[in-house]
């Protein structure tokens, strides 16, 4: 079993940025792939970005240019930075472990909602 555990969160203004993390534990493979997925009312859950074990990482077209995913693989770890926010990224982002074996696990959920 894997849990995800993330963190920061919160309300900012348009053009602001946040940053969010989101520790792994329990038994977590070395080779797998980590990532932010979000979801606004009414609407589907999305891929923000996703990232490789190896490092190679995909992005929705919406974020290119303004979010960068990270990910410590030894402290199993990913983050999200998010620059240039905008009203349209408000939404709950979840934090995604896929190990590669038709499993995958969930965070529980962070809010990030960009508003004046």
């Known amino acids: 079993q894997v849990r995800l555990v993330e963190s920061g969160g919160g309300l900012v203004q348009p053009g602001g940025s946040l940053r969010l993390s989101c520790a792994a534990s329990g038994n977590v493979v070395s080779i797998n792939i980590m990532g932010w997925y979000r979801q606004a009312p009414g609407k589907q859950r999305e891929l923000v970005a996703r990232?490789?074990?190896?490092?190679?990482?995909v992005y929705a077209d919406s974020v290119k240019g303004r979010f960068t995913v990270s990910r410590d693989n030894g402290k199993n770890t990913v983050a999200l930075q998010m620059n240039s926010l905008k009203p349209e990224d408000t939404a709950v982002y979840y934090c995604?472990?896929?190990?590669?074996?038709?499993?995958?696990?969930w965070g529980q959920g962070t809010q990030v909602t960009v508003s004046s």
């Open positions: 995604n472990l896929d190990p590669r074996n038709g499993l995958s696990y």
């Open positions: 990232i490789t074990s190896g490092g190679i990482t």
